[in-house]
C-alpha cells in the first residue's frame, strides 16, 4: 500500500527557532507538491517540484521559507525563522505525470502539525 | 485566475439522508475536478475525479457530474452513514490533478447525526 509520509507529524516550537519539514513521496512519482491549510486561508499551494527541480514557488513567502528535494525520496520544507502566524497544517503530495489526465492523481500525506508560540 | 466556490457548512443531517454539497468553479482552461475528504486528524483522500464535461465520478455510494454549461460539480449520496462525518473539498486542477496544484474550495464541514 504506497503512500505518502510525513515527519514530524506535530511540532511545537519558539518563535525565532528553525522547522524543518520532511516528505516522502509515493515511490515512482515524479512530482511532490507543497500546501499549506489554516482556518482563515484554507488549503494553499507553496511550492511544487518535478523531477526534483522546483517548477512553481510563487505561493511561498520567500523570505523564511524554502523548499527543496536532495533526492528523488526526499523533500523538505524549511521555514527559519519562523513565526506564530506559520502556525498551520502542512500538507505534502505526490503525483506522476503521464498516462494522460484519467491517470494522473495526487495523494497526500498525513500532514505536519505546526504550532509556533 | 481559478478559483472553487463551495457551500459554507457545518452541514448536519440525520442516517440515511439524501446529501448535496454544492460546489461551482471558474477556471482560465479546461480544467478536472475533484472531490477530497477529510477525517479529523488525517491528510486528504481522493473520493472522485471527473476530467471531461459531463463526465460522473463515482465512488463509495458518492457520485458528481461535470457540468460544464454552468460550472458545477455537486457532490451527492443517496443515503448518508455517520461514517461519512468528515470534511469534503472540492478542488480544481489544470490538467489531470498529478502535473499541476490544486485550486481548493473552503472545504464543507458534513455530521451526520444517528
Known amino acids: 500500500d504506497a503512500r505518502v509520509t510525513q515527519t514530524p507529524r506535530h511540532k511545537v516550537t519558539e518563535m525565532g527557532q528553525e522547522v524543518t519539514m520532511r516528505c516522502q513521496p509515493i515511490?515512482?512519482?515524479?512530482?511532490v507538491f507543497w500546501y499549506r491549510q489554516t482556518m482563515m486561508q484554507g488549503l494553499e499551494l507553496l511550492a511544487y517540484f518535478r523531477n526534483r527541480a522546483p517548477l512553481d514557488d510563487s505561493g511561498m513567502p520567500k523570505d523564511r521559507f524554502s523548499a527543496e528535494m536532495p533526492d528523488a525520496t526526499l523533500a523538505t520544507l524549511k521555514i527559519q525563522p519562523s513565526e506564530p502566524r506559520d502556525s498551520a497544517v502542512y500538507f505534502c503530495?505526490?503525483?506522476?505525470?503521464?498516462?494522460?489526465?484519467?491517470?494522473?492523481?495526487?495523494?497526500f500525506g498525513p500532514g505536519t502539525r505546526l504550532l509556533v508560540l | 485566475g481559478n478559483s472553487v466556490t463551495q457551500m459554507e457548512g457545518p452541514v448536519t443531517l440525520s442516517e440515511e439522508a439524501f446529501l448535496t454539497i454544492n460546489c461551482t468553479y471558474t477556471?482560465?482552461?479546461?480544467?478536472?475536478l475533484f472531490w477530497y475528504v477529510q477525517y479529523p486528524g488525517e491528510g486528504l483522500q481522493l473520493l472522485l475525479k471527473?476530467?471531461?464535461?459531463?463526465d460522473k465520478g463515482s465512488n463509495k455510494g458518492f457520485e458528481a457530474t461535470y457540468r460544464k454549461e454552468t460550472t458545477s460539480f455537486h457532490l451527492e449520496k443517496g443515503s448518508v452513514q455517520v461514517s461519512d462525518s468528515a470534511v469534503y473539498f472540492c478542488?480544481?486542477?489544470?490538467?489531470?490533478?498529478?502535473?499541476?496544484?490544486?485550486?481548493f474550495g473552503k472545504g464543507t464541514h458534513l455530521i451526520i447525526q444517528p
Open positions: 477556471a482560465t482552461g479546461y480544467p478536472s
Open positions: 471527473a476530467t471531461k464535461a459531463d
Open positions: 478542488a480544481l486542477s489544470l490538467t489531470g490533478g498529478g502535473a499541476d496544484g490544486l485550486t
Open positions: 515511490l515512482g512519482h515524479n512530482t
Open positions: 503530495a505526490s503525483g506522476l505525470v503521464g498516462g494522460g489526465r484519467e491517470q494522473e492523481t495526487q495523494y
